[in-house]
């Protein structure tokens, strides 16, 4: 991975940093580690088909726009119509077995009791279905520390589509240009700059730093203790 202070210089547009409202975190690679938790279950869906099954690592870049997205990705060309089966199988074994290798980020709690302290508002956005994203940040931090918990709703486009990190904003009482949005994906940037918010990619995530610098970041950090910094500047 690059390192991050060879994009010391990705701040796109001079900024009042103390004008900054609120934040809006993405999930998997950003606040919690899923990964392994998310390929295992994958995997044990497709050993249930007498299909291929995955290294962890490579998920990494099968991960970010959802779960069906992830499953067709994990599936051979010729696969495709077993996507609905094995997804199925796969949100099974995932609700019983979501929390067995999964933990926060080092720095993570300590971040987020940093925003609370300094008055910040804070929500999750996060393409897993509702149910999963608010289980797992129930479990992993106080509910105090969030705002607002939101996963893939019916109805509702997923990111990169602007419209959810939008309607958090309209709940926040916040302009979009005052909102701070944290990711680790191109999905993140993606939506970050459609929602016209301050787009920062977590280096410590699931994809490189070159993917966010690609799809529009407009800096980097690389470790969550960096955020309060950037926003106190």
């Not at 869906?45 to 779960?67: M, Q, T």
Request: charge should be neutral; include cysteine; hydrophobic fraction near 40%.
């Amino acid at each position: 991975m690059p390192k991050t202070n060879e994009f010391s210089n990705l701040v796109a547009f001079e900024v009042n940093m103390k004008n900054f409202q609120a934040i809006i975190f993405d999930l998997d690679g950003t606040l919690i580690d899923t990964l392994r938790d998310i390929a295992l279950s994958v995997n044990q869906a497709l050993e249930k088909f007498n299909l291929p099954i995955h290294p962890v690592d490579s998920y990494r870049l099968k991960v970010g726009n959802g779960a069906w997205m992830t499953i067709s990705r994990s599936l051979g060309d010729d696969k495709q119509h077993l996507i609905d089966k094995v997804l199925e199988l796969q949100r099974n074994y995932y609700d019983e077995h979501c929390f067995d290798h999964t933990r926060p980020y080092p720095g993570i709690p300590e971040m987020l009791r940093d925003l609370k302290k300094n008055h910040f508002r804070s929500a999750v956005l996060s393409n897993k279905p509702d149910h999963f994203t608010k289980r797992l940040v129930n479990h992993f931090f106080a509910a105090h520390l969030f705002d607002f918990i939101r996963g893939q709703l019916p109805d509702v486009p997923l990111k990169p589509d602007p419209a959810a990190a939008l309607a958090i904003a309209d709940q926040f009482g916040a302009a979009p240009e005052r909102i701070v949005y944290l990711g680790d994906t191109a999905v993140d940037m993606l939506t970050a700059r459609a929602a016209g918010m301050f787009a920062i990619g977590a280096a410590w995530g699931f994809r490189d730093c070159s993917e966010l610098v690609n799809n529009g970041c407009q800096t980097i950090i690389d470790h969550p203790s960096r955020l309060i910094q950037f926003l106190k500047k």
